[in-house]
């Protein structure tokens, strides 16, 4: 059974950090791209981050220079690092796990950027 689960949201204030993870189980971690997206109130989901099976990463503009993925294929997990946060970024975030034809995704973790 393949799950996906993040972790790591919260209330953060303007200008602060969250280290958003994400754990895969039940496929083979290292041959999957892992994706970033979010959902703020109202709108429709994008892509915030990319990383690849090879460790190639892209982001969104509106990520660019202030967060970054990464991957630790020992521990099957997924990291979004979010610095300088604004209140625009206050969003569900989900992972999802890609691969040829297959997509696996997690619930979401709400990530709230406020004063």
């Known amino acids: 059974q393949v799950q996906v689960v993040e972790s790591g949201g919260g209330l953060v204030q303007p200008g602060g950090s969250l280290r958003l993870s994400c754990a895969a189980s039940?496929?083979?971690?290292?041959?999957?791209?892992m994706n970033w997206y979010r959902q703020a109130p109202g709108k429709g989901r994008e892509l915030v981050a990319i990383?690849?099976?090879?460790?190639?990463?892209n982001y969104a503009d509106s990520a660019k220079g202030r967060f970054t993925i990464s991957r630790d294929n020992a521990k099957d997990t997924v990291y979004l690092q979010m610095n300088n946060l604004k209140p625009e970024d206050t969003a569900v975030y989900y992972c999802?796990?890609?691969?040829?034809?297959?997509?696996?995704w997690g619930k979401g973790t709400l990530v709230t950027v406020s004063s």
């Open positions: 039940g496929i083979a971690f290292r041959v999957y791209a």
């Open positions: 990383i690849t099976s090879d460790g190639t990463t």
């Open positions: 999802a796990a890609r691969s040829t034809g297959v997509d696996y």
